[in-house]
């Protein structure tokens, strides 16, 4: 992986686990650093589920499916910490 490739990775990343905190209303405590990992564990998760892969490139797709997979993640995430997704 070349420089510019991880960070499109961090960039992407980023706005995909901001926007799934938005969509799962944990953004107030979330920072940045872990909207970054939020995004790409969620991007392997949708990769995982939808068969797509961010490696692939950029694309509608590939970016809906990495927001699916890391809102499917913090649900996860609150399930087991509250026992219940809000």
């Not at 995909?16 to 909207?35: E, F, H």
């Not at 990769?47 to 490139?57: E, K, T, V």
């Given at each position: ?80 910490r509250r026992g219940a997704v809000r």
């Open positions: 992986m070349d420089l510019i490739g991880l960070i499109v990775w961090l960039v992407v990343g980023g706005v995909v686990g901001w926007l799934a905190s938005l969509v799962m209303r944990t953004d107030a405590q979330q920072g940045l650093v872990l909207n970054i990992v939020v995004g790409i564990i969620g991007a392997f998760i949708g990769g995982l589920l939808f068969r797509g892969s961010i490696n692939d490139g950029i694309t509608v797709y590939s970016f809906i499916t990495s927001l699916v997979g890391a809102i499917i993640l913090l649900a996860l995430v609150n399930l087991v």
